[in-house]
């Protein structure tokens, strides 16, 4: 607190935003963790408008709730937020996962992801993506209960998997899933290096990870191969010094893209599945346009394709809206890196600055109704920088077109194998 009056001191002319700080130490973290977020959030708004200063898991924070903020912070100024995560999830990932990074590696990371998830890149994976997809409902025939997010995350790992090293040998794709599947448990658990915690095992499946990815390095490098997938361009890029990338430089950021595209994926998957079932309405209309593309396809003996993944113009408004409702990256945290005034307010060095993406989707002001769910809402093009659930600017999704690809094919299958009841 004497901090915060420190800084108001020193910026004549400029105040700290309106908002409650909550107590010493815990700030307002139990009201955010005793109340629904979306509440804490939406009052937090209603009583200070759209920049909110509050204090929670031992951070001061700036919470921004409009399109113009958002944009501010991470597209036009976004030099002056860099992106923080807590220490124990960088250990995790690894710390030179293109995410943690700002300037010039960010950058050239960038170019690699983004080129390797281009349009023209991901078009050639149509008929893996399809493949996988039939199989891993292949594998729910038994009539057994299963968990969609379950399910859908082993999908978008296998996914992850083409996107990233292309037709990977079975047996470094089995050790990848085992390895990950630990360090995702211990993703969100209490960071300690007590033996036996899942903190700590997850440390070591991620060491086991960096191993298994340090061989199949050696290996490709052995064989000279030029692939134009991920691993390819991570493998063969040279800076303007014609340095490669190191090896744990290209294992971080292989574990990083896995770590970013599976849960996300899975829980759009899983929300597409639930928002469809309670919308009878709207699943009908999108088993009859998938159900119409089956047809032609099975009168032509013809798999699913490229132009007509192009081509579902409801389907691909049902995933936009769920992408919407659901906002799955509700917020996205960065800190200030100097002193930066916003229409007057003070927003401190050090202090984290949260986009609230979700609140943005759910203002009646830019999406009517906004708790109705309303795929045909998206006939018209939202306002320009009120739809972001993939974030916008410099850090913005370079997987978002490969995330939208396979949840078309996964919705085409679904719905054109199975039936809801
Ligand atoms: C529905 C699925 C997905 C959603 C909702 C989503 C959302 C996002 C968002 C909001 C960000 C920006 C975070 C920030 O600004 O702090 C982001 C970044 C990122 N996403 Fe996704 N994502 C999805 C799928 C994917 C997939 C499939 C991949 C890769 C195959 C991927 C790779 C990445 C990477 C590498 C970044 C970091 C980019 C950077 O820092 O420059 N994402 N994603």
Redesign the pocket.
Known sequence: ITKIRMKKKLDKGTELPPGSMGWPYIGETLQLYSQDPNVFFASKQKRYGEIFKTHVLGCPCIMLSSPEAARFV?VTQAHLFK?TYPKSKEHLIGPSA??FHQGDY?IRL?KL?QGS?SLDSIRNLVADISSTAASTLDSWDGGHVLNTFQEMKKF?FE??IL?IFGNLEAQYREELKRNYRIVDKGYNSFPTSLPGTPYRKAVLARKRLSKILGDIICERKEKRLLEKDLFGCLLNSENEKGELLTDDQIADNII??FF??QD??A??MTWIAKYLHDNQKALEAVKAEQNAIRKLNDESNQPLSWSQTRNMPFTIKVVLES?RMAS??SF???EAVADVEYKGYLIPKGWKVIPL?RNIHHNPEYFIDPQNFDPTRFEVAPKPNTF?????????????E??KL??LIMIHHLLTKFRCC
């Not at 972001?388 to 978002?400: D, L, Q, R, T, W």
């Open positions: 991470l992106p293109l995410f960010h960038r992801v998830l978008s996914v992850g996107a990083g893209v970013a595209a996300t994926t829980s759009a992408l799955i990256i996205t945290f960065r993406f972001m659930p993939f974030g916008s600017g410099h850090h913005a999704c370079p997987g978002n490969l995330a396979e949840m």
